[in-house]
Every structure is written in structure tokens, then in C-alpha cells.
């Protein structure tokens, strides 16, 4: 064989390679480079509620989770636009959306499938996962990777407000408890849970969002565009 068809073979080598791994590229950027289509939905959206979960220790792993150091909540601008309409509608019927989280860092991600093989930490299983072993949440719940990190999917619910005062519409569980009583359409919960469920998924669904239907609570964008996972930090 020449050394121009070794070269040649070389670089069709490199070019698959290059390919293969597009898909699944993470692309880690400065803590301040915020990409130019993301937006902060507490500013952008009005009488947006933003709680956090991942920036507190109010979530199944029991810990503060890398890479969110402040209850914020990025989205990409088509995402976020979509939302901006639908917390409209919702705010003529006293009404609002609630976020628990938003675009989330890889390094999140990373910290989740950790957690997920440390079963000697069983200390959020009751309130978590209490009827389902822990290393059984690697796939249907926890994944390597997420659309989240592509900033364009959410966790979220409905809330009702009168003046100061905010209560969550009664979805039967808990936010990220991972239980067959967390998928969409269950007839574990109460016929009015049912309906709130249906309530947060159709208003939804009209503006461009798909529910995952084992999390009541989880939606994505619907984009023709394609969008590659990132790793800058929530701050």
C-alpha cells in the first residue's frame, strides 16, 4: 500500500471517528459563557416560580449536586418562549408554573450515575425510591445522558396563587420520587390528581412539549433543531 492511500485511510479513520462521536459530544464552557440562546426564565417570563431542587439538598441524592450554584433556571430561547405562552394562559385562571429544574450541567448528569452505584447510601430511599432498588434507577430514571444538558427540557408543575400565597396543584407524588405512582396516567393516585396531571400535560402539549410518561412532572421541547449536550455551570 502507498503512503497516500495510508494517509487517505488515516484521515477517513478521523472523519468517522469525528462523526460517531457527535452525537454524544459534551461541550464544556466557561462558567460565565452562557451560550447566546439561553435565557434565564426568572427574567424572562413573568411571575415565574423557580425552585431549584439540585441547588439544595431537597433532592434524592440528599446532597447539593455540582454545578448549580444559584436557584436559577437557563433554557434555550425557543423553549423558554413556548413556556412564556403557556404561563400567560395559566395566569388568567390564577395559575402559574413552577420550575424544580431546567438545563442542567453534565457534570450533574455525571454525579447522578455516581449516586446511582453507591448503593451502600440508602439514606433517601424511603422518600425516593422506596419501592425500587436502587441500582434498578440506572435507565428508566437516571441516564449518562440527559436533555436537560441540551437545555431544552424541564421538571416542573402548576401552582395556585392568591396574592402572596402559592400552593402546588395536588399531583398525587412527590417530585422526583421515582415509583410506578409517578407515571403520568396511574390509577395509584385520586381521580382529581388524575386531572391536574391532565391539566399540566395538555397545556403542554399545545405549545410543543412531550412528556416522558414515567415523571408527571418531566417535559421536552420538540425542535427540528439539533443541540449538543453542554457542561457550563447554573449561576
Not at 497516500?4 to 485511510?9: A, F, G
Not at 422518600?127 to 428508566?140: E, N
Not at 381521580?191 to 410518561?213: P, S, T, W
Request: aromatic share 12%; hydrophobic share 35%; charged share 25%.
Amino acid at each position: 500500500m502507498g503512503v497516500n492511500m495510508q494517509i487517505v485511510l488515516i484521515l477517513i479513520l478521523i472523519l468517522q471517528s469525528i462523526i460517531g462521536c457527535s452525537a454524544s459530544t459534551v461541550v464544556s464552557l466557561n462558567q460565565n459563557n452562557i451560550p447566546k440562546d439561553f435565557v434565564n426564565v426568572g427574567d424572562y417570563i413573568e411571575g415565574m416560580v423557580i425552585d431549584a431542587r439540585y441547588f439544595s439538598k431537597n433532592n434524592f441524592t440528599g446532597n447539593n449536586v455540582n454545578g448549580y450554584l444559584a436557584n436559577k433556571c437557563y433554557l434555550r430561547r425557543e423553549a423558554a418562549l413556548s413556556l412564556k405562552k403557556i404561563q400567560a394562559e395559566l395566569l388568567k385562571k390564577n395559575m402559574r408554573l413552577k420550575m424544580y429544574d431546567c438545563y442542567r450541567p453534565q457534570r450533574a448528569v455525571d454525579q447522578f450515575i455516581l449516586w446511582t452505584r453507591n448503593t451502600k447510601d440508602q439514606s433517601t430511599k424511603a422518600v425516593y425510591y422506596p419501592r425500587i432498588d436502587k441500582a434498578d434507577l440506572l435507565g428508566p430514571y437516571i441516564a449518562s445522558k440527559s436533555g436537560h444538558s441540551k437545555g431544552n427540557t424541564i421538571d416542573l408543575t402548576i401552582v395556585l396563587f392568591d396574592d402572596e400565597n402559592f400552593e402546588e396543584l395536588d399531583m398525587g407524588s412527590k417530585y422526583d420520587l421515582f415509583d410506578p405512582k409517578s407515571h403520568t396516567i396511574t390509577q395509584l393516585i385520586t381521580e382529581q390528581q388524575q386531572k391536574n396531571r391532565l391539566i399540566l400535560k395538555e397545556i403542554m402539549e399545545q405549545h410543543n412539549f412531550q412528556n416522558y410518561d414515567m415523571e408527571w412532572w418531566h417535559y421536552s421541547f420538540i425542535s427540528n433543531k439539533e443541540y449538543e449536550y453542554l457542561d457550563f455551570l447554573v449561576k
